[in-house]
């Protein structure tokens, strides 16, 4: 895998999916991703990569999911597993605390919250990739959930469209170190330039 470097005027970084369904205690979903979130310090990576974006001037985009609304995939005539899924536990539901942003990654004025997605990717039924392009952006640097489905589904869609996509893989979980390895080690090096820790990519911004 290739040595990436930065340019500033044309790096920005995509934060998927924070929401506090996903990574608070007592979220619908933190359960199943604690044991590997814990284990890599994927909460606190995450902020930290954002903190060091955020003094570097990096722009700062969030690709956040669909919020579970009543109603929703009830007239569908298809539904994805994962949407299905989705429906059930009711995640990320709209008007909720489990379908807020956490916190401490809540997005500052003038950062970027596109549109939400529905499935996996992204790019995908959203403004995204308008969003980066009206704003210079050819370069991504990735952090957020989860890293078999929503990241790597973002990441590949980003390659297919000519982005050039680093991902920091101890600032992503999964639900088992199993995914982790398929999504980080297995099928993301296809598509991805570089996959950097936390500590490699702070350095490389830091120094814009």
């Known amino acids: 895998m290739e040595t990436v470097t930065y340019d500033k005027k044309v790096t920005g970084l995509l934060v998927i999916d924070p929401y506090n369904d996903f990574i608070s205690e007592g979220g619908k979903i933190w359960d199943r991703l604690k044991g590997v979130a814990q284990a890599n310090g994927c909460i606190p990576n995450m902020l930290q990569v954002l903190e060091a974006a955020r003094k570097a001037q990096l722009r700062v985009f969030y690709a956040m999911h669909h919020r579970y609304r009543p109603g929703d995939y009830e007239t569908w005539k298809y539904v994805a597993p994962i949407q299905r899924a989705a429906w059930g536990r009711k995640s990320f539901e709209f ?93 993301m090096p296809n598509y991805a330039n570089a996959i950097v820790t936390t500590e490699q990519i702070v350095a490389s911004i830091s120094s814009l």
């Not at 004025?109 to 499935?119: D, F, K, R, T, Y």
């Not at 050819?138 to 050039?164: D, F, K, N, P, S």
């Open 95 to 187: 008007g909720t605390w489990g379908g807020e942003i956490r916190s401490e990654f809540a997005p500052l004025p003038g950062e970027i919250v596109a549109q939400e997605h529905w499935c996996s990717s992204g790019f995908a039924n959203t403004d995204l990739e308008l969003q980066l392009n009206r704003h210079g952006i050819h370069q991504l640097i990735v952090v957020g959930l989860v890293a078999h489905t929503c990241v790597e589904a973002t990441v590949r869609y980003a390659a297919e469209i000519g982005y050039e996509v680093t991902v920091v893989r101890d600032a992503t979980a999964s639900y088992t170190e199993e995914q982790m390895h398929s999504a980080l080690d297995v099928n």
